[in-house]
C-alpha cells in the first residue's frame, strides 16, 4: 500500500514539475519526505536530494530525512543518503557550508566502503567552493576529539588535491591563512598535536607565507604564534608537541626577517615544568632550531635570552642529576651569546673579577662557580662509567631477540651521546671562565666536526691542469675532498638545504690494486694496469705468429726477413692503436736472421735456430 501512494505522489510532483507548475507538486513531495520513515525510504533517498532545489523552504526537512537514512540499518539505504546530501549541494550553493559539515559527522564510520563513498561525495564539493568547505572543515577542527583529527587529516588531504586552484589565487591564501590563525587563536591547547601540526603544513604550502612578501599577514602569524605558546606548556607530552610544532613555525618565520624570538622565550620561561623523560627530546629539538632564530642572536635578542638560559641552567643544576644533552646546549648558546653582548653575559654569570666586585656580582659568580663544580663533577663520573656500560650494551644487544634490541639500540646511542657530551661540557665551561668565546677545537656531540680544526687540502694543481683531457691508466691519483667542518648550529636554513652531501656517483671504483669498478680508468686497477702493458703485448704478438699459415713460415733467406718485417709492421700499428711503451721494450739481433723481438718466442718447429 505505502509503494502505491509513494509511485502515486512521485507521479504528481513529476507532472507538475515537467509543466513548470511547481507550487502544485510541493504537497505531494512534502508526502515523498515523510515516505523516509516508511517501508519504502529505499526509494526515498535517490529522490528526494532531485527535487530539493524547486522547494528551499523544505530544505531542512530533506537534510533531516536524509540524516535519518544515514542511521538505517541497511547498508545501501545509508550508501544511498550519503549520495543524496552531496547532490543538495549541486544547485543549493548557499548551503555547501551547512550539508559539509553535516558530512563531515561521518567521518567518524567504521565502514571502509561508506568511507570510500563519503569521500567521493566530499572531494568535488570541496574542489567546488573551497572557501565555504574550510569554513566547515575548521569548524570540525576545533570541536571534539574524535572528530578533530580525522577533519584535520581530510582537510590536508584536500587541500593537496587542490593545490593548483589554490596557488593561483593569492586572494584566497590569505582568507584561509587568515581563517586557520583565528581557529588556533580560539581553540589554543584544545586544537591538539595532530591538527596543530596538520594546519601548520597546510599554510607552509601557502606562497603568501612561503615568500615572505606580506608583512602583515606575517605579523599576524607571529602574533598567533605567541599568543598559543604562551602558557601551552603544561608538562605533558601532548602540549610539548604542540610547543615543538610551533617553535618550527617560528624558526620557518625567522627565515624571512621576521622577529618570532618570543616563541623562543615562552619556550625557556615555560621549561621547568617539563617531565624528566620530556627533557632530553625539549632540548634536542631546541638545538636543532635555535641556529634557525638569528634574530634571538641580535643584540636585543640576546638581553632576552641570557637571563632565560641561566635560569633554566640554574634550575637543572639544582635538580642535583646532570642531564648532560641539555647542559651542552646551555654552554654553547652562552658562549654563543657573547658575540652579541659580552658584557650582560660577565655581569649574568659572574665572571673574571672586577676591580670593585658587588655583593650581587659576587653572590652570582659564587652561585656559578658552585653549579660549575657540580656538573664538572658528574661529566667525570660519567667519563668514567661510560665505556663499561657502552660494552655492557654491546653484549646485551648481541643475544638480544629483535623485539628487545629495539630499546637497546637507542639506548646504547643515547650512552655514547651522553659520554661525548660529558666530554664536551668541560671545556665549554672553561671557555666561559676564561672568556675565550671562539670555542674552537670542541667537538660538539649533537653536530659536527670540531670547531677550528679543518683539514688541510691536498693541492689540486696537477688535477686543474689535466682538466679537459681523458685520464689515462696510472696518472692522476684521484683527490679526496676534505669535508666540510662548518656546524650547522652556525648555518642558515638555505645554507642546510642547499648542503648536501655527495655520493658514491659513477666515477668512483671500488679500489686501484686489481679492482674493476667503473672508476674513471674505465675499471681496470691502475697497479694491474702497468704491469700488464708488456705481457698484453707480448701474448698479442704470440697469438697473431701462431695463427699465420705455417706454409708461409719458413726459416732463413728472404723468407726469415719478411717474418721479421711483419713481426715489426704489428707492433707499429699496436703502437698506433695506443699501446703505449711498446717501442720501447727491449730487443736483440739475431746474428743469423736479422731482427726478432725479444719476447715473441714462436715454435714453429723444434729446429728453430738458437
Known amino acids: 500500500m505505502a509503494s502505491a501512494d509513494f509511485y502515486k505522489a512521485y507521479s504528481i510532483l513529476n507532472n507538475a514539475i515537467s509543466e513548470g507548475k511547481i507550487e502544485e507538486g510541493k504537497a505531494a513531495y512534502e508526502e515523498i519526505i515523510g515516505f523516509a520513515k516508511s517501508d519504502v525510504k529505499n526509494l526515498v533517498a535517490p529522490i528526494i536530494p532531485k527535487f530539493a532545489h524547486h522547494f528551499p523552504d523544505l530544505l531542512d526537512k530533506v537534510i533531516n530525512a536524509l540524516l535519518d537514512l544515514c542511521e538505517d540499518a541497511s547498508t545501501p539505504i545509508r550508501a544511498d543518503a550519503i549520495r543524496g546530501l552531496g547532490v543538495l549541494t549541486y544547485k543549493n550553493k548557499g548551503s ?17 566502503n561508506e568511507l570510500k563513498i563519503l569521500r567521493q561525495v566530499i572531494s568535488p564539493i570541496f574542489e567546488e567552493d573551497v572557501k565555504q568547505a574550510t569554513e566547515a572543515f575548521l569548524h570540525h577542527i576545533k570541536s571534539r576529539k574524535p572528530i578533530k583529527e580525522k577533519a584535520a587529516a581530510f582537510y590536508f588531504e584536500q587541500m593537496e ?34 591538527s596543530l601540526g596538520m594546519l601548520f603544513d597546510v599554510m607552509r604550502r601557502f606562497e603568501v607565507v612561503r615568500d615572505g612578501k606580506h608583512p602583515g599577514l606575517m605579523q599576524n602569524i607571529n602574533d598567533t604564534l605567541q599568543a598559543v605558546t604562551d602558557g601551552l ?91 648532560f644533552g641539555m647542559v651542552e646546549i646551555m654552554m654553547y648558546m652562552l658562549n654563543k651569546c657573547a ?127 689535466a682538466v679537459g683531457s681523458k685520464r689515462k ?11 666540510s667542518t662548518t656546524s650547522k648550529l652556525d648555518m642558515s636554513l638555505d645554507d642546510i638545504a642547499k648542503a648536501s652531501k655527495p655520493g658514491r656517483g659513477r666515477g668512483r671504483g671500488r679500489g686501484r690494486g686489481r679492482g674493476r669498478g667503473r672508476g674513471r680508468g674505465r675499471g681496470r686497477g691502475q697497479g694491474k694496469a702497468a704491469g700488464s702493458k708488456r705481457k698484453a703485448v707480448t701474448q698479442g704478438a704470440r697469438q697473431r705468429s701462431q695463427s699465420a699459415p705455417p706454409a708461409k713460415r719458413r726459416r732463413g733467406g728472404a723468407s726469415g726477413g719478411n717474418v721479421n718485417r711483419g713481426a715489426n709492421t704489428r707492433n707499429k700499428n ?14 736483440q739481433k739475431s746474428q743469423a736472421r736479422g731482427k726478432y723481438d725479444k719476447y715473441e718466442t714462436v715454435d714453429v718447429d723444434d729446429q728453430w735456430p738458437s
Request: aromatic share 6%; net charge positive; charged share 30%.
Open 96 to 112: 555547501i557550508t551547512k550539508i559539509l559539515s553535516l558530512l563531515i559527522q561521518l567521518l567518524i564510520l567504521e565502514d571502509e
Open 233 to 323: 606548556f603544561d608538562g605533558t607530552e601532548e602540549t610539548a608537541k604542540q610547543f615543538l610544532h610551533c617553535l618550527r613555525m617560528g624558526a620557518d618565520l625567522s627565515q624571512k626577517n621576521v622577529d618570532c624570538s618570543g616563541v623562543l622565550f615562552n619556550f625557556f620561561d615555560s621549561m621547568g615544568e617539563a617531565a624528566p623523560e620530556l627533557e632530553d627530546k625539549l632540548w634536542s629539538s631546541i638545538a636543532r632550531t635555535m641556529p634557525r632564530y638569528p634574530k634571538a642572536f641580535t643584540s636585543n635578542g640576546v638581553d632576552k635570552l641570557i637571563p632565560s638560559l641561566y635560569s633554566a641552567l640554574t634550575a637543572l643544576a639544582n635538580e642535583g642529576k646532570v642531564n
Open 339 to 465: 658575540e652579541k653582548n659580552k658584557a650582560l653575559l660577565v655581569t649574568t654569570l659572574g665572571l673574571g673579577s672586577p676591580s670593585e666586585p658587588s655583593e650581587d656580582f659576587t653572590a652570582r659568580k659564587e652561585e656559578f662557580e658552585r653549579h660549575a663544580r657540580t656538573i664538572v663533577k658528574e661529566c667525570k663520573l660519567k667519563l668514567l662509567d661510560a665505556d663499561d656500560e657502552i660494552k655492557s650494551m654491546n653484549r646485551k644487544i648481541k643475544v638480544a631477540e629483535a623485539e628487545e634490541k629495539k630499546t637497546l639500540i637507542p639506548a646504547k646511542f643515547k650512552l655514547i651521546g651522553e659520554k661525548k657530551a660529558a666530554d664536551c661540557i668541560p671545556k665549554l665551561i672553561t671557555c666561559l671562565k676564561e672568556q675565550k668565546f671562539d670555542m674552537k677545537g670542541i667537538k660538539l656531540s649533537f653536530f659536527g666536526k670540531p670547531k677550528g680544526q679543518q683539514r688541510e687540502k691536498k693541492s689540486t694543481s696537477a688535477a686543474s691542469a
Open 574 to 587: 699496436v703502437n698506433q692503436r695506443g699501446r703505449r711503451n711498446a717501442q720501447n721494450q727491449t730487443q
Open 473 to 483: 691508466r696510472g696518472s692522476l691519483k684521484e683527490e679526496k675532498k676534505a669535508p
Open 161 to 194: 588535491n587542490c593545490r593548483e586552484k589554490v596557488s593561483a589565487n593569492m586572494e584566497l591564501q590569505q582568507y584561509l591563512v587568515v581563517n586557520i590563525l583565528t581557529v588556533m587563536q580560539e581553540a589554543g591547547a584544545d586544537l591538539g598535536e595532530k
